[in-house]
């Protein structure tokens, strides 16, 4: 059944199925995708080379992209605002099942 917007997650697992149907439209995963790999590309450069400022863009670049993709392309609210950190961690999971070859399966096994 699906949950209504007021409701809240008590865990990842609960909410990880919310994060894939706030990313229905392929656009919008793939925004997503690229968005996170730049992001950890420029904090991985930032840490290791420098320059460190390069960390702070990091953030920039993986939020920016996720949230022009939410408001241009998906048109709902990032789960950003509401679960930060699992927001993040969605990204994270979204990008390396795309990586791995394995996000088809999982957007079927959710009904996507």
Known sequence: ???????RF?????????YLREHARPATRAVHIG??????????LGLLAGPRWLVLLAPVI????AWISHML????RPATFTYPAWSLLGDLRLAWLAATGRLGSELRRHGL
Do not use: D
């Open 1 to 7: 059944m699906p949950r209504m917007a007021a409701e």
């Open 10 to 18: 008590s865990t990842f697992g609960e909410f990880w199925p919310h």
């Open 35 to 44: 968005g996170t790999w730049v992001a950890l590309a420029v904090l991985a």
């Open 62 to 65: 993986g939020y920016g992209c």
């Open 73 to 76: 392309i998906e048109r709902n």
